[in-house]
């Protein structure tokens, strides 16, 4: 949506927020049931940044992941990404906002009867990407999250971990701004679950945001990075340095 | 824009021979439902036909009077020729008609007694065939007018009536099997497609989570819709034509008494009807199909 320059109402949040990849602002989602999902919630996330998502089950993080990728709607509030508002964004710009996010699963979401290089490429394919220009940036994922030599497996033959692997480089195809984990680890044991957080972190390290939604405490302590706990629908604790637990 | 065209194609066709259980089925759907509404399109149309045969068989007689000149029943012929609700005008001689009438008692191996006659007692006639059976109160009114030429009409009220009130019912009831069959057959296709698109909603779903817009989600869909249709289609095509030849003798010799015309028209209509009924029940159902995955 073109906004017009000098426009005061619109522009200033716009600047508030200039160097946040993502930020909610007294964000409340109330599902048509009448249950209320996210309360109020405040949350800026700059460039660069690594932010752990906790809080048990139901807490509503499912739910925050659903408003950043514009698969629901805030019922109030403003969700901005990349200083777009997602509720002001017309239809048909939405897949141009998305392919800014990456986004990665418990369940990895791969398909089954392509390969690990098909799996990566389709991600290009159905956005439009010229032919020419697919193979070299598949290449170039695969060798970052290191699949190279599997590329022309399909997921089965693969482990829970190559199997996620997979699914970050595809995430990392477009180029994002932002990698949503939800629950990456889910699914994997500790020693795998290491591997993939430590390929979480390089990405980070290389500039895009990473908010990873996790259950981990142990990895969420162990790396002292920013914590952001909800719980029932509120965000009740947000701390640069921070534990799974509260620890005061 | 031919890349996206290309693209849709590539992954039509990718989509329905990965997946090929399903296409399979759908096919297989589409083939059986295309030949229903064939079967059911040949009967109506031969039922027309044949209800249109009942309908010519329909005729005014008239009996000419022994009196009247060659030049008086010229005239009468040419004007009821005129008349826009006359299809033809039949002049039959008293001996063409005691021909027809031997002729009829031989076929049914009965004995000819009309030898015993002293003279022919049967009248010159014309037989008048109308274009609509309903519409002869003109004619009979002019015949009825021609004292001297013409001695006696028909009456035919009660024969029309009858006639055409079974043949109404019989049009009616042909032509409402055949939409409650083309319902069934587009209720069952869509569904069958809507299964197959069901199969891959995790495929749709990736789609819309790594940034596909709409129509590239939806136009590969919509290219494979129209490949199970096209296919199911040529399937039923050459399956009608295998049994065409069979079928064909088996019709006449049902419907020998009609001159039905099981022709070329027949078979362009039909052709017509299966690829259109093959194409856009299957675009249709990929398209409804679809349209719930796409973006809210």
């Known amino acids: 949506m073109p906004q017009l320059a000098g426009d005061p109402p619109l522009a200033a949040p716009a600047a508030r927020t200039d160097q946040a990849v993502l930020a909610l602002h007294d964000v409340t989602k109330t599902y048509p049931n009448g249950k209320v999902a996210l309360r109020d919630v405040e949350l800026v996330v700059p460039e660069g940044d690594f932010v752990f998502l906790v809080g048990p089950s139901g807490a509503g993080k499912t739910t925050l992941i659903k408003l950043l990728i514009r698969d629901e709607l805030a019922s109030e509030g403003q969700v901005l990404l990349d200083g777009q508002d997602l509720a002001r964004l017309p239809r048909r710009a939405v897949p141009k906002v998305r392919r800014k996010v990456g986004i990665v699963f418990q369940d990895f979401k791969l398909l089954p009867t392509k390969s690990v290089w098909e799996n990566v490429a389709f991600a290009l394919e159905v956005t439009g990407t010229p032919g020419r220009r697919i193979g070299p940036a598949v290449d170039r994922v695969l060798r970052l999250v290191g699949l190279a030599a599997q590329a022309r497996q399909v997921p089965t033959q693969l482990s829970g971990g190559e199997q996620q692997r997979t699914a970050i480089a595809r995430a990392l195809v477009h180029d994002p701004r932002l990698i949503i984990a939800d629950e990456p680890t889910g699914n994997l044991d500790p020693l795998i679950s290491w591997e993939i957080i430590q390929l979480l972190l390089r990405i980070n390290e290389m500039g895009v945001t990473v908010l990873m939604a996790t259950h981990n405490a142990e990895v969420v302590t162990a790396l002292r990075k920013r914590v952001v706990a909800l719980e029932d629908g509120r965000v009740v604790r947000d701390e640069v340095g921070g534990a799974y637990h509260r620890e005061d | ?296």
Do not use: C
Request: hydrophobic letters at 50%.
């Open chain 2, 1 to 296: 824009m031919i890349g996206f065209v290309a693209f849709s194609i590539k992954r039509a066709w990718q989509g329905f021979w990965r997946n090929g259980v399903m296409s399979l089925a759908a096919t297989a759907t589409m083939i059986l439902m295309l030949l229903l509404l064939s079967g059911f399109w040949i009967i109506q149309t031969g039922l027309n036909a044949g209800l249109q045969f009942i309908e010519q068989k329909v005729e005014v007689v008239a009996d000419v009077a022994d009196t009247a000149t060659p030049d008086q029943v010229t005239t009468v012929e040419h004007t009821l020729e005129a008349m826009p609700q006359v299809q033809s005008v039949t002049y039959k001689s008293k001996d063409q008609a005691l021909a027809d009438f031997r002729q009829r008692l031989k076929d049914r191996g009965q004995e000819d007694l009309t030898g015993y006659l002293d003279r022919n007692p049967l009248p010159n006639t014309l037989e008048i065939k109308l274009k609509n059976p309903r519409d002869f109160g003109n004619v009979v009114d002019y015949l009825q007018g021609q004292q001297g030429v013409i001695s006696r009409v028909t009456p035919i009220q009660k024969l029309v009536d009858q006639v055409v009130t079974v043949t109404n019912f019989l049009r009616t009831a042909g032509a409402v099997v055949l939409a409650l069959v083309g319902l069934t057959v587009l209720f069952i296709i869509v569904n069958t497609i809507r299964l197959a698109v069901f199969a891959r909603a995790e495929e749709i779903e990736i789609m819309r989570l790594v940034g596909a817009s709409d129509a590239f989600i939806r136009w590969p869909f919509i290219f494979e819709g129209a490949m199970v249709g096209l296919f199911g289609a040529i399937i039923t095509l050459a399956v009608l034509a295998v049994v065409a030849t069979p079928l064909q003798g088996f019709m006449y010799g049902f419907f020998n008494v009609l001159p039905l015309e099981f022709g070329s028209l027949l078979l362009r209509d039909l052709t017509l009807l299966v690829l259109g009924a093959g194409l856009g029940l299957g675009i249709l159902g990929s398209y409804v199909s679809v349209r719930s995955y796409l973006i809210r």
